[in-house]
Every structure is written in structure tokens, then in C-alpha cells.
């Protein structure tokens, strides 16, 4: 059974920096496509960022430069380093699994930032 447990959200001003945390059980990080994406208040969840079993990544435009997706094979975790906030950054933010072999996506249930201006 995968599960997937987010952590490291909060609240920030504008300028800041946080660092969220995945931490996966159940199946490894390094052989599955891991992604962070994000729902605002009244919006629908957008995809933020991902990482591939081989390490590529892949950042949406409106985080480039400033999200950096990570992972650690041992810790069996993903992370999202996150510089340069803005308030629009606000919403409860997901990890995402996504299986080699079946492409079944598993979620986690989400940490909420909150960045003020």
C-alpha cells in the first residue's frame, strides 16, 4: 500500500523561503515519477513540478526559477524548496506518486501554505 505524508508547509511572508517535504512508503522515489502540484482556495489543482525515475525535471512556468523539486533515494522523500514566495504561491500543496508499471497515481492528503504580503 502506498502512502505519501507531506510536511514542511506554513505560513511565510512574501520573500520567503519554504522547504516541503514527501515522505513515500510502500514504493521507492527513484523508480517512479514523483510530482508536486498545488490547489488554491476556489481554484482547481494545477501541476507544479515533477521528477522522473531518471531525474529529469520538469517545473511549471509560473515556479520556474525559484521551486526546486529534489529527491533523497535513501530517505525515500521528495522535496520542494521553495524561494522568492509570492501570495499567489497560497494553497494546500500535494505530492503525487505516479507507478511504473501501471501508471496509477497515489496522493497525499496535502500541506497548506499560506505566504503573506
Known amino acids: 500500500q502506498v502512502q505519501l505524508v507531506e510536511s514542511g508547509g506554513g505560513l511565510v511572508q512574501a520573500g520567503g523561503s519554504l522547504r516541503l517535504s514527501c515522505a513515500a512508503s510502500g514504493s521507492a522515489v527513484s523508480i517512479n515519477a514523483m510530482g508536486w502540484y498545488r490547489q488554491a482556495p476556489g481554484q482547481q489543482r494545477e501541476w507544479v513540478e515533477d521528477?522522473?525515475?531518471?531525474?529529469?525535471?520538469n517545473y511549471a512556468n509560473s515556479v520556474k526559477g525559484r521551486f526546486t523539486i529534489s529527491r533523497d533515494n535513501v530517505k525515500n522523500t521528495v522535496y520542494l524548496q521553495m524561494n522568492s514566495l509570492k501570495p499567489e504561491d497560497t494553497a494546500v500543496y500535494y505530492c503525487?506518486?505516479?507507478?511504473?508499471?501501471?501508471?496509477?497515481?497515489?496522493w497525499g492528503k496535502g500541506t497548506r501554505v499560506t505566504v503573506s504580503s
Open positions: 503525487r506518486l505516479t507507478d511504473w508499471r501501471y501508471g496509477m497515481p497515489y
Open positions: 521528477i522522473t525515475s531518471g531525474g529529469s525535471t
